[in-house]
């Protein structure tokens, strides 16, 4: 076996792993979140949830529609976060799997099942529950607004992306400098190879 191939299968089980355990972690605060709060809260969370994945979809996108040329300059007067721009340019497929498969594919996941849950709370307010046609009217409707949501606020996310990559990714750079001199996490490897 090759050793991009041994790479690729290494970064295939990892980014599986990580997947599974996020996605737990998501599902039971959520659920733990809703089965404590009314209906309306409900709605927010679920907003929220939408809001995560297109966030992070976008930062995918931009990873990959971003140069590094702008933030050199940057990082050799050591402006803050543009050294990690810099990386994530050049690890924008990693980057961009995390963002869009990881986090913006549970968050789509999680934002479903936590509609779900929505529709039952209503529902059983309402006196409507058990499979009833009011339930199954809300369930639908829940259902096409959270789809409308996700796919309208990612085709808006993609755009910003693309027109706007140098300021987000400048951002993100911002963002993994914080957390790596705060929290001592290294996020990103080290990646010599230009873009």
Not at 64 to 86: I, L, Q, R
């Amino acid at each position: 076996m090759s050793p991009q191939v041994k790479r690729s299968v290494k970064f295939s089980v990892t980014i599986a792993v990580i997947t599974f355990v996020l996605a737990a972690i998501f599902s039971v605060v959520s659920e733990s979140i809703l089965s404590n709060v009314i209906w309306l809260i409900g709605i927010a969370v679920v907003f929220i949830i939408i809001l995560i994945g297109v966030i992070f979809d976008m930062l995918g996108i931009a990873a990959t529609a971003a140069v590094e040329k702008p933030f050199h300059a940057m990082a050799a007067e050591k402006v803050t976060g543009a050294k990690e721009a810099v990386n994530i340019i050049r690890n924008a497929d990693k980057f961009a799997s995390f963002c869009n498969d990881v986090i913006g594919d549970i968050s789509g996941i999680v934002s479903g099942a936590a509609a779900g849950t929505v529709v039952l709370q209503i529902a059983n307010i309402v006196g409507h529950g058990d499979g009833s046609s009011f339930q199954l009217i809300l369930s639908v409707v829940m259902t096409s607004l959270v789809a409308a949501l996700t796919v309208g606020g990612k085709a808006l996310g993609k755009y910003a992306a693309i027109t706007a990559s140098t300021k987000i990714i400048f951002f993100a750079g911002k963002a993994v400098a914080f957390i790596e001199k705060n929290f001592k996490i290294k996020l990103l490897p080290e990646n010599k190879t230009a873009k």
